[in-house]
């Protein structure tokens, strides 16, 4: 993942600013992109009292409750 930011083992501490620029970017946007997908996920996943009951009510009957 390194090779995309421009870090160069060789130099070690010193990196070029656009490789820090860059590992700074990566660091920061690959998990704002897991953030969004979880609240997309999240948002449309509707959880009502109704539905709510409806899952208990399949999952007491596989499990042999009712």
Do not use: C, N, Y
């Amino acid at each position: 993942i390194l090779q995309f930011t421009g870090f160069d083992a060789k130099l070690e501490t010193l990196q070029t600013p656009h490789a820090i620029f860059m590992m700074r970017i990566l660091l920061s946007t690959i998990p704002v992109i897991g953030l969004v997908l979880a609240l997309v996920s999240l948002l449309r996943f509707e959880l009502t009292e109704k539905r709510m009951g409806e899952i208990r009510q399949k999952l007491e009957a596989t499990r042999g409750i009712v």
